[in-house]
Nanobody, 118 residues
């Protein structure tokens, strides 16, 4: 069972930046497509940033284009989400997601809270 552990959230002011980290407990991290989701109070979970199958491309939800950047370090079994120019509407619990390219198995982290004050 793959475990994902997020960290890096916090309480910040509008315009600030954060770096979220997701570390996976697997020896085959490179076989996983990594994505970040978020869930704001009273709203459905939203897919905000992630890799794509079969390449190095990345995609982002329109509301975070140009502000969020997903990256990964396979040697460290870690995925990152750099979030710049934060806005109050970015307030949410941010979740790391891993999907195996071998069997489609999906794993979630426990989430890290990001709160942006205006």
């Amino acid at each position: 069972q793959v475990q994902l552990v997020e960290s890096g959230g916090g309480l910040v002011q509008a315009g600030d930046s954060l770096s979220l980290t997701c570390t996976a407990s697997t020896r085959t991290f490179s076989d996983y497509i990594m994505r970040w989701y978020r869930q704001a109070p009273g709203k459905e979970r939203e897919d905000v940033a992630g890799g794509v199958r079969g390449g190095d491309g990345r995609r982002y939800v329109e509301s975070v284009q140009g502000r969020f950047t997903i990256s990964r370090d396979n040697a460290k079994n870690t995925a990152y989400l750099r979030v710049n120019n934060l806005k109050p509407e970015d307030t949410a619990i941010y979740y790391c997601n891993a999907v195996s390219t071998m069997d489609g198995e999906e794993h979630w982290g426990q989430g890290t809270q990001v709160t942006v004050s205006s």
